[in-house]
């Protein structure tokens, strides 16, 4: 009999966090594109911020997503540390409609939801349909789950050694509170995941296996528990970051010692509210939201000051780590997010290009200011190392996270634009260091040919800019009319180069090596540089 009941509350168990796995990875995909305006249109307001955390964690029916996700967000700087608080304490409350589910008396029900939906994604074709399929059969699986670990621990009503193993963890003095919180906290930190424990609670209680004082505080503990994953989040992350990680603790930490006080006149508030003997699951999902929103509520006026007490006790970042971009792995899951940030990061090395391409043709009218520009040249071909790699970092980070296939082209296609951007700044920082070293040689070219330089860096970066703004609005005709540029580009440099070869070979002038492969130089670096913009073409315009 205990294998039999190991068996059924392992495998119920596994199911049931599966089941939480796929219904939160699918509401996100389905949502994603909701939570991401959500946020982005958090104000100030801290009621504002509370109900989009309730939102956001209804939607992606798992706290842990969206306070990492906030995090992520502050790590970023793309919120502030009083905005994530706000969006934190609406999680806690957010995180409670999954109780409610749990509650729903639709076990029986699990087996066939997970049936339909499995014979819809087997044979639906749309992705999207694929998705919300996925999502049902995680729906199913919890039921199913909760189902299977019911009958499971149903014998162990009637064995007194289990009787007697349940009632020594028995809310039924101070003490007892405290014991059957830090159970619930550690079962909670283990299992990463609330849902999970609060399932397991239910159903102990539904069983008759604990009474209801002990599963709400159980509850209590749980709370806290689910702190653990924010928690890990934020190792390695920004010192704002870390605040909110820590506020999340410290919020639900201070909420259990309050209730815990309190604990009796809590049951007897509690009771007014839902009656434990008529329907346990039903009790024990209200204790779960009315301790959330209590706190909450008690938490709101002090938002201020909790974000200043954590700012005094986490000290700014010191370490010499300078991001340039408002990237995170952190960010991953809202994979969305991380895409549409990335493009707006690649615009940014667009403009730190241009400001190259600039500079170079100023250089070519004034070479009074080669010197001061090639240095703030060397500066940015650096800063846009930095935004590649940081990109890169993001990007491959989601790609491993089993994105949809629409997802993936785009992190593919802002990739390969990130890398040939930042080659076509190297490229573009060595014509600047040719031109610093013929210099320092005190060499100095032709007119023609310092024309023909002038003639070459605006028409390549004519050619950049087109396929920037057809990068920027995804327009492919824009592509593909811009190919015109790149062939007129190629016959300028074979005018140029087989111009100077044979002003040479027919002895019409006789110019210094260094400055003969220096000149070369530049109109190779030039034609490369076209070259790695014309790839960007390729991979838009499919040719």
């Not at 087997?122 to 998705?131: A, D, H, L």
């Not at 424990?197 to 528990?225: F, M, R, S």
């Not at 007119?447 to 860096?457: D, F, I, P, S, V």
Request: proline residues 2%; contains cysteine; glycine residues 6%.
């Amino acid at each position: 009999m205990y294998l039999d009941v190991l068996f059924k509350v392992v495998g119920g168990l596994g199911l049931f966090l599966y089941g939480m796995e796929n219904m939160s990875s699918g509401m996100q995909k389905i949502a994603g594109d909701k939570l991401k305006k959500i946020l982005a249109a958090l104000t100030t307001n801290r009621i504002m911020a509370i109900l989009m955390g309730i939102f956001v964690t209804g939607l992606a029916q798992s706290s842990s997503v969206s306070t990492v996700m906030t995090i992520g967000f502050i790590n970023a700087s793309l919120l502030t540390l009083q905005q994530g608080l706000g969006v934190i304490l609406g999680a806690n409350i957010g995180t409670t409609i999954t109780g409610w589910l749990l509650a729903l008396n639709i076990g029986k029900y699990g087996l066939p939801i997970v049936g339909f939906a499995a014979i819809a994604f087997m044979f639906v074709k749309g992705e999207k349909s694929r998705t919300r399929a996925l999502t049902v059969m995680g729906f199913g699986f919890i039921f199913l789950g909760l189902e299977l670990m019911s009958k499971g621990l149903s014998p162990l009503r009637t064995l007194p050694e289990f009787i007697n193993l349940f009632h020594s963890f028995k809310a039924d003095s101070f003490f007892g509170v405290v014991k059957v919180a830090m159970v619930g906290a550690l079962l909670t930190g283990v299992v990463q995941s609330s849902a999970a424990t609060l399932g397991i609670t239910i159903t102990l209680a539904t069983q008759g296996l604990i009474d209801y004082p002990t599963a709400v505080a159980l509850v209590l503990g749980e709370n806290v528990g689910t702190t653990v994953t924010a928690l890990l989040a934020s190792i390695g992350a920004s010192s704002n970051a870390k605040r909110a990680a820590y506020a999340h603790t410290l919020i639900n930490i201070v909420g259990v010692m309050w209730a815990t006080v309190i604990f009796r006149p809590y049951l007897s508030i509690l009771a007014h509210f839902s009656d434990s003997t008529a329907n346990m699951a039903t009790a024990i999902a209200t204790a779960h939201t009315m301790f959330n929103v209590i706190n909450v509520i008690l938490f709101i006026p002090f938002i201020g000051y909790l974000a200043k007490f954590l700012c005094t006790i986490v000290k700014d970042d010191d370490n010499g780590v300078v991001r340039v971009t408002k990237l995170s792995s952190l960010m991953v899951t809202l994979p969305n997010v991380v895409i549409d940030q990335t493009r707006t990061e690649v615009l940014t090395m667009a403009a730190n290009i241009k400001e190259i391409f600039f500079k170079l043709e100023e250089v070519y009218y004034n070479p009074s200011k080669l010197e001061a520009y090639n240095e703030e040249i060397d500066a940015i071909e650096e800063k846009l190392d930095l935004y590649e790699k940081e990109v890169s970092d993001a990007n491959f980070t989601i790609l491993n996270k089993g994105l949809e296939a629409s997802y993936v082209e785009e992190t593919r296609g802002n990739l390969i634009t990130c890398d040939e951007y930042e080659t076509i700044s190297d490229y573009l920082k060595r014509v600047s260091n040719s031109l610093m070293r013929l210099k320092k040689d005190d060499l100095e070219l032709t007119q023609e040919r310092k024309e023909t330089l002038q003639k070459l860096n605006h028409m390549v970066f004519d050619f950049f800019d087109d396929i920037n703004k057809a990068y920027k609005t995804k327009d492919r005709d824009l592509f593909m009319l811009s190919i015109s540029k790149y062939t007129a580009i190629k016959n300028l440099y074979k005018e140029a180069r087989h111009g100077h070869f044979d002003k040479e070979a027919q002895n019409d002038e006789t110019i210094p090596a260094k400055l003969s492969t220096g000149y070369m130089d530049i109109l190779n670096y030039y034609r490369r540089a076209t070259d790695h913009v014309y790839n960007i073409i390729e991979h838009y315009a499919k040719i």
